[in-house]
């Protein structure tokens, strides 16, 4: 049974600090991960994806991949209250007869103000 | 572009009843997933077609769920009977099969079997 493994939370941060959220997957060959924000009453929205080694940044987020170590993270700057959301990692599964996404069961995180 | 569009957004219901949700994915994606989310067991996905196909339907708790995608435009979920523990919000979501596999959702159906 393919995973996504992420610590639960919550994750609680001072606004302005740096969040950073970090997600493990059992799969070797998976070559595609993605980040969604879910808020409360919400559907999850995607906010990151990242196919190669190494960083990829846009705006206040930062993904980082590890192929290597089966490991990818999530890093916010300047968090701000709006940022309180619960995050879910997300890897992209070939399964037979097309691709699906397995999803984690999501960091909730806290920005307080 | 709409985005994926489901309805009702909330359905409440008495025990026994059917309950048929709805989803219409994004115009050009060939592939749509049904999932169900709950507090205790998190985001599950219940079944995905790829190209109108049902690709697996492993993720379907019982013979009660059913699902089908008569084109590529339109796709239902239907239990029958509905039981309370069935009560969950509903996602449908969509994607075009290629390299980057980014799925997009649609708001969900809030259901509450009473």
């Known amino acids: 049974q393919k995973e996504v493994e992420q610590n639960s939370g919550p994750l609680s941060v001072p606004e302005g600090a740096i969040a950073s959220l970090n997600c493990t997957y059992s799969d070797r060959v998976s070559q595609s991960f993605f980040w969604y924000r879910q808020y409360s009453g919400k559907s999850p929205e995607l906010i990151m994806s990242?196919?190669?080694?190494g960083d990829k940044e846009d705006g206040r987020f930062t993904a980082q991949l590890n192929k290597a170590s089966q490991y990818v993270s999530l890093l916010i700057r300047d968090s701000q209250p709006s940022d309180s959301a619960t995050y879910l990692c997300?890897?992209?599964?070939?399964?037979?007869?097309?691709?699906?996404?397995?999803f984690g069961a999501g960091t909730r995180l806290f920005v307080k103000a | 572009d709409a985005g994926v569009i489901q309805s009702p957004r909330h359905e409440v219901t008495e025990m026994g009843q059917e309950v048929t949700l709805r989803c219409k994915p994004i115009?050009?994606?060939?592939?749509l997933f049904w999932y169900r989310q709950t507090m205790m067991r998190g985001l599950e996905l219940l079944i995905y077609f790829n190209n109108n196909v049902p690709i697996d339907d492993s993720g379907m708790p019982e013979d009660r769920f059913s699902a089908k995608m008569p084109n590529a435009s339109f796709s239902t979920l239907k239990i029958q009977p509905s039981e309370p523990r069935d009560s969950a919000v509903y996602f449908c979501?969509?994607?075009?099969?290629?390299?980057?596999?980014?799925?997009?959702f649609g708001p969900g159906t809030r259901l509450t079997v009473l």
């Open positions: 990242i196919y190669s080694n």
């Open positions: 115009s050009g994606h060939n592939s």
């Open positions: 979501a969509s994607l075009q099969q290629s390299s980057y596999n980014e799925q997009f």
């Open positions: 997300a890897v992209k599964d070939l399964g037979t007869g097309g691709f699906k996404t397995i």
